[in-house]
């Protein structure tokens, strides 16, 4: 079955970087778009960042733009999230996801396999 497992994820002081990994197996990588989201505590998972099978098509959240970028090695099956500028309000578990098909990127129901995520803190 298809799997997809994070890491990279931990604590650090704002301003400071973090790089997300996420290894999927099970299935052709190429084959799946491959989307970031985060949750905080108390909120409602959001999206971050999307990717398409071929490593186009890069789309970010306004809240990211400009300090966070994703990238795929499809001959390593990963997907990356490079994070620099990292803010207190960054602080959530982050989360890889994988989808088959066409469909708005942003929502949460088009994506059809989900990672446990990883905790990423940034202290202020």
């Known amino acids: 079955q298809v799997q997809l497992v994070e890491s990279g994820g931990g604590l650090v002081q704002a301003g400071g970087s973090l790089r997300l990994s996420c290894v999927v197996s099970?299935?052709?990588?190429?084959?799946?778009?491959m989307g970031w989201f985060r949750q905080a505590p108390g909120k409602e998972r959001e999206f971050v960042a999307f990717?398409?099978?071929?490593?186009?098509?890069?789309y970010y959240a306004d809240s990211v733009k400009g300090r966070f970028t994703i990238s795929r090695d499809n001959a390593k099956n990963t997907v990356y999230l490079q994070m620099n500028s990292l803010k207190p309000e960054d602080t959530a578990i982050y989360y890889c996801?994988?989808?088959?098909?066409?469909?708005?990127?942003?929502?949460?129901?088009?994506?059809?396999?989900w990672g446990q995520g990883t905790q990423v803190t940034v202290s202020s």
């Open positions: 996801a994988a989808k088959l098909y066409s469909g708005n990127v942003r929502d949460v129901s088009r994506y059809d396999y």
């Open positions: 099970g299935r052709t990588f190429s084959s799946f778009a």
């Open positions: 990717i398409s099978g071929s490593g186009g098509s890069p």
